[in-house]
T-cell receptor, first 113, second 114 residues
Framework: QQNVQQSPESLIVPEGARTSLNCTFS?????YFWWYRQHSGKAPKALM?????GEKEEGRFTIHLNKASLHFSLHIRDSQPSDSALYLC?????????????FGTGTTVSVSP | ETAVFQTPNYHVTQVGNEVSFNCKQT?????MYWYKQDSKKLLKIMFS???????VNETVPRRFSPQSSDKAHLNLRIKSVEPEDSAVYLC?????????????FGKGTRLTVV
């Protein structure tokens, strides 16, 4: 059974700083890897995703995947107060004959002005 | 901006009551889901459903059941709620595709069982 864990559980980041969020997964057959962001009281929304090993950059966000290490990460540069949110990593995989996103435990990010 | 709509936003009920939450998506997606987000913000899948099959997470108690009238609607019914059912219930949808298909979420229904 897929087990997805995130670290750290929470962090406080000065505005303008770079921050890194980590996600580990247990099933080596996992196929696609996502980061979602959920502002307080809002719907979770996809930030970005990656399929193959390596890095992918979109604006201030970079996702890095290492399948052999069962690890992927999200890096945010030039953090803004609007980045304060719950960050959820997720793994897309076959699930009981269908497909589902299995989410990690979440990292709460607070960006201090 | 949200294209997955859930009602109500909040619901407070007593132990043993039956509740039903509504979900509608306007994205034309084929698959809909219900997730439970607990007090620690952990999101766990409960059901996924398209016009061909219902997939149930085997850990979901039998008092939970999804109800669909068409592919744009997937409601959630809970018979005889219990205190541990207090949580935010998130509805979601995705198009037909592979693992790279994005899942879109609603804002959730917060259930409090007293």
């Amino acid at each position: 059974q897929q087990n997805v864990q995130q670290s750290p559980e929470s962090l406080i980041v000065p505005e303008g700083a770079r921050t890194s969020l980590n996600c580990t997964f247990s099933d080596s057959a996992s196929q696609y890897f996502w980061w979602y962001r959920q502002h307080s009281g809002k719907a979770p929304k996809a930030l970005m995703s990656i399929f193959s090993n390596g890095e992918k950059e979109e604006g201030r966000f970079t996702i890095h995947l290492n399948k052999a290490s069962l690890h992927f990460s999200l890096h945010i540069r030039d953090s803004q107060p609007s980045d304060s949110a719950l960050y959820l990593c997720a793994v897309s995989m076959s699930y009981q004959g269908g497909r589902a996103l299995i989410f990690g435990t979440g990292t709460t990010v607070s960006v201090s002005p | 901006e949200t294209a997955v709509f859930q009602t109500p936003n909040y619901h407070v009920t007593q132990v043993g009551n039956e509740v039903s939450f509504n979900c509608k998506q306007t994205l034309g997606h084929d698959t809909m889901y219900w997730y439970k987000q607990d007090s620690k913000k952990l999101l766990k899948i409960m059901f996924s459903y398209n016009n061909k099959q219902l997939i149930v997470n085997e850990t979901v108690p039998r008092r939970f059941s999804p109800q669909s009238s068409d592919k744009a609607h997937l409601n959630l019914r809970i018979k005889s709620v219990e205190p541990e059912d207090s949580a935010v219930y998130l509805c979601a949808s995705s198009g037909w595709g592979g693992a790279n298909t994005e899942v879109f979420f609603g804002k959730g229904t917060r259930l409090t069982v007293v």
